[in-house]
């Protein structure tokens, strides 16, 4: 379901979390907005799409 690249995707998502962090503790709020904002939209986007995979495995053929 999740493909070859689910890994990569964790890895990028885990280093904007650890950036957005450090730059909260520097200061940059804006910096800190912008990235904690695209790891919530991109987690949204992933609970879709997880979700219409499993209506998807559950319809009838």
Avoid: C, D
């Avoid at 995707?9 to 885990?14: E, F, H, K, N, Q």
């Avoid at 790891?39 to 209506?55: F, T």
């Amino acid at each position: 379901m999740y493909g070859p690249l689910n890994g990569v995707r964790v890895a990028l998502v885990t280093l904007a979390v650890l950036a957005a962090l450090g730059a909260a503790i520097l200061g940059h709020w804006i910096v800190t907005l912008v990235l904690g904002a695209g790891v919530a939209l991109h987690g949204l986007g992933w609970l879709y799409l997880a979700q219409q995979a499993k209506i998807g495995s559950e319809e009838p053929r």
